[in-house]
C-alpha cells in the first residue's frame, strides 16, 4: 500500500509538471521588456514568446501578433521551440506508458514485476522530458542574460525573465522529481513482489 502510494505521489507531480511544460510553452511572456534605464518609455510593456509577441498597453490593451515566418526567427527560438515540443510529447507518452504500470490500474495485473518495470519505464520518459524542457528554458534564460549584459545592445531594447520561463522551471523540477518517485517504486516493488523460496517438505528422511 505505501508503494502504491509513492507511485501516486510521483504520478501526480509529474502529471502537473507536464501540465505545466504545455502551459509555459503557452505563455507569450518568455521575456519581458526592462525599465533598467533612464529613458525608459513605461506606457507600454513588450512581451515576447515562443510562438508571438505582444504589447501592453498602460490602458489595458494588448495587442499580440504571431510571428509569420519561422525561417526569420533566432536559432535560439526555433530550437527552444524544438526542445519544448519534444519534451510535451515525451510528457504524453511517459503519462500513457505510466498509466498502464500504476497499481490502481487493470493493465498487466497478472505480472506484478512486470507492472512495476512499465512504470518505472514511465517514471523515465518523464524526467526525461523534464530534462527537456529545463534545457529549453536554461538557454533561452542564458541569452536574455547574456544580451541584457551585451553593452552593444541599446538600452530600451533590453529584456528581463518572463513569467513562462518561471513556470517552466517549476514544470521542469516537478516532472523530473516525479519521474524520479516512479522509478524508484519500479525497484520496490519489483523487490517486494517476489514470493520467498519455500523449502522442498517431500525430502526423504534415511533411517537407520
Not at 521575456?31 to 490602458?59: H, M, P
Request: with cysteine.
Amino acid at each position: 500500500m505505501a508503494n502504491a502510494g509513492f507511485q501516486m505521489l510521483g504520478f501526480a507531480l509529474a502529471l502537473l509538471g507536464w501540465v505545466g511544460v504545455i502551459t509555459s510553452t503557452a505563455l507569450p511572456q518568455w521575456r519581458t521588456s526592462s525599465y533598467a534605464g533612464d529613458n525608459i518609455v513605461t506606457a507600454q510593456a513588450i512581451y515576447e514568446g515562443l510562438w508571438k509577441s505582444c504589447v501592453a498597453q498602460s490602458t489595458g490593451q494588448v495587442q499580440c501578433k504571431v510571428y509569420d515566418s519561422m525561417l526569420q526567427l533566432g536559432g535560439t527560438l526555433q530550437a527552444t521551440r524544438a526542445l519544448m515540443i519534444i519534451s510535451i510529447l515525451l510528457g504524453g507518452l511517459a503519462l500513457l506508458i505510466a498509466v498502464a504500470g500504476m497499481k490502481c490500474t487493470t493493465c498487466l495485473a497478472d505480472d506484478e514485476v512486470k507492472k512495476a518495470k512499465v512504470a518505472g519505464a514511465g517514471g523515465v520518459f518523464f524526467i526525461i522530458s523534464g530534462l527537456m524542457a529545463l534545457i529549453a528554458t536554461a538557454w533561452f534564460g542564458h541569452n536574455i542574460v547574456r544580451e541584457f549584459y551585451d553593452p552593444f545592445t541599446p538600452v530600451n531594447t533590453r529584456f528581463e525573465f518572463g513569467k513562462a520561463l518561471f513556470v517552466g522551471w517549476a514544470a521542469a523540477a516537478l516532472s523530473m522529481l516525479g519521474g524520479a518517485f516512479l522509478a524508484c517504486s519500479c525497484a520496490k516493488g519489483g523487490s517486494s513482489d517476489r514470493p520467498y523460496p519455500r523449502s522442498n517438505p517431500s525430502a526423504a528422511k534415511n533411517y537407520v
